[in-house]
């Protein structure tokens, strides 16, 4: 039975129509599919979904969304090949020099989450060059997670609390789900009120697993190279219909 059943599309309601969420998560899947589907390799199929990527993250800054947050890379994902894992990277590092050298008039605050300490020195200068250029900026942020997973975000969460405790800037009696938040990578930023997946599959994979406690998912048939910004706007319309009660009645 389908878990996560998304909604017909309603022709009914368009984006003005409704309140916006303002924290998008998107897992950007499906892209190994879409390029076996045409005869091409997977990197084929990255490179296509490095394209989306583009075309949505504009989109939702354009539309007024505060905060998105992509699944790039998880911390499962070296499991990979290593032909597939240099594509992604490398189509990762072209994203950051192109933000660098063509965003200089952006709005987009741009973050990267997830364990940096694995990258090489040039990758952490480009992540540490985006994140400084563009942190005062006033539009959308855009979180990129590279190398991320929900449960290695808790795990140096903990640890770090830990460490504080022994330091003395904390007690045991500041644990609290607030200090657990403050200790995330999203730090500061909302919940994700809303994280789509495409590709139709229902699993979380170990993203946001600490924020997304009381997220809307939206499962939907399109793979990740396809997904148009229609997708998106049926997305936030199938959101807004629904009944957001966070535990309450
Ligand atoms: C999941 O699809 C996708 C990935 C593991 C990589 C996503 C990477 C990009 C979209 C491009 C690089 C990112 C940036 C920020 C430029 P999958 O390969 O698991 O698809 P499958 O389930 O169909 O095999």
């Known amino acids: 039975m389908a878990f996560f059943k998304k909604s017909k599309k309603d022709t009914s309601l368009s984006l003005k129509d409704i309140q916006l969420p303002l924290h998008i998560g998107i897992i950007m899947d499906g892209n190994g599919r879409w390029a076996k589907k045409r005869g091409l390799p997977r990197t084929a199929g990255h490179t296509a979904g490095a394209q989306t ?76 060059k985006n994140e400084n250029d563009s942190k005062d900026r006033d539009g959308m942020v855009l979180n990129i997670a590279m190398n991320y997973g929900g449960r290695d975000e808790i795990v140096h969460a903990v640890k770090d609390i830990f460490a504080d405790i022994q330091n003395g800037k904390l007690t045991a009696d500041d644990i609290s789900d607030q200090l657990l938040s403050d200790y995330m990578y999203t730090k500061s930023q909302p919940d994700p009120d809303l994280i789509i997946r495409p590709s139709g599959e229902y699993r979380t994979s170990n993203f946001l697993l600490w924020q997304s406690a009381y997220s809307e998912y939206c499962i939907m048939d399109v793979l990740w190279p396809d997904f148009k910004s229609e997708h998106l706007d049926e997305a936030l319309i199938d959101f807004a219909k629904r009944n957001r009660r966070f535990g309450g009645v």
């Open 53 to 128: 990527f583009r075309r949505i993250a504009r989109y939702c800054s354009d539309i007024g969304i505060k905060y998105l947050t992509v699944y790039a890379f998880s911390t499962e994902n070296w499991k990979r090949p290593k032909e597939e894992v240099d594509a992604i990277m490398k189509l990762f590092k072209e994203y950051m020099i192109e933000a660098i050298n063509d965003f200089q008039d952006d709005s987009i605050v741009v973050k990267f989450i997830g364990d940096r300490t694995v990258f090489s020195d040039d990758m952490l200068e480009l992540i540490e």
